[in-house]
Each structure stands twice: as C-alpha cells, then as structure tokens.
Nanobody, 120 residues
C-alpha cells in the first residue's frame, strides 16, 4: 500500500484547505490523523468498510472526510481552520478484514504527511 498526501499549505484563521490522499493497494479502511510539534498524534477521522465515517470531537462540524473509490483517493475538507489545527497531516490505511475495530492510529500504513499551518 502506498499513500501520498497533497494539498497542505498556509492559511489564515477561518480559512479552508482541502487535503487529498492518493492510494494504491488494498485500502479497506482509511483515515486521517495529525501531529503537531511536541504533541501526540491525534486521530481525526476514519471511514470504515461499510462507508460510515467517524470524527474526532475537535474537528466534527468543521472537517469533512470523503472517499472516491473510483479514484482510490481520500479527501479531507477543512473549514473554519484555527491556529491550533497547525500540524502535519497524514492519511492512513489498513487492509485487515477487521480494520473497523481499529482506530486510525493503529492502521498499518501511512503517508509521508502534508503540512498545514494556520496563522491568527
């Protein structure tokens, strides 16, 4: 499995960005997580094998996660961005049949990440 994120950048508080993750291989479950300097990784969202999505409370209502199966691409639309959203954002995937039972931080594969910086 290979994952390649894109779409990161710098934006002012209140702005929007859309991240993409191009995937190859078996990506049964997919998701996004982020890591800010000096902080632990934070799971953001997952999409399970039945297409349902789950979001972390910190981003629910502001971030929208979608998947285009025809392109095997994952998207993260981020609106109303805040300075505390500044982090490296990663997509992750897992091919295991029971991946629905795992959080995104436990997924087997991850991309290289894309930086998001939000200024006040």
């Amino acid at each position: 499995v290979q994952l390649q994120e894109s779409g990161g950048g710098s934006v002012q508080s209140g702005g929007s960005l859309k991240l993409s993750c191009a995937a190859s291989g078996d990506t049964r479950c997919m998701g996004w997580f982020r890591q800010a300097p000096g902080k632990e990784r934070e799971g953001l969202a997952v999409i399970t094998t039945d297409g349902s999505t789950r979001y972390a409370g910190s981003v629910k209502g502001r971030f929208t996660f979608s998947r285009d199966n025809t392109k095997n691409t994952l998207y993260l639309q981020m609106n109303s961005l805040k300075p505390e959203d500044t982090a490296m954002y990663y997509c992750a995937a897992d091919p295991r049949p029971d991946c629905n039972g795992y959080g995104v931080l436990a997924y087997t594969y991850r991309g290289q990440g894309t930086q998001v910086t939000v200024s006040s």
